[in-house]
Every structure is written in C-alpha cells, then in structure tokens.
C-alpha cells in the first residue's frame, strides 16, 4: 500500500498501458517499429524473468 486506494491504483495502471500503447504507436508509425504479436510478448516476458532470476542470483552471491 503506497497510499493508493484500489480505484487510484487501477486509474494508475490504466494510465501506464496508455502511455505504452502511444509509444507504441508513434513507434510504429513513425519509426517503422511494428507490433508485437501475443506470442513474440510472453518469449520476452519468459526471457526477461529468466534473466532477472539470473541477476537475482549474483546480487545475493556478490552480497555474502
């Protein structure tokens, strides 16, 4: 809880999909950068978990 009620929690979720949906969108047309597809989004969110684990990992190891 950061101070937030559930409403001003869920108005502040809605407005960071917003923000990443115009990037996106500016993205692609003015960059060329297409869109992702549903499953090119979970092997990156898969990649990026594994990833976070493995430096997850090296703090700990670097902190004992």
Do not use: P
């Amino acid at each position: 809880n950061a101070g937030f009620s559930w409403f001003k929690a869920l108005g502040e979720f809605a407005h960071h999909w917003k923000v990443m949906y115009e990037i996106g969108r500016y993205n692609n047309r003015h960059n060329g950068v297409r869109y992702w597809g549903n499953r090119e989004g979970y092997l990156f969110l898969q990649q990026a978990r594994k990833h976070a684990a493995i430096l997850e990992k090296a703090d700990r190891e670097i902190l004992i």
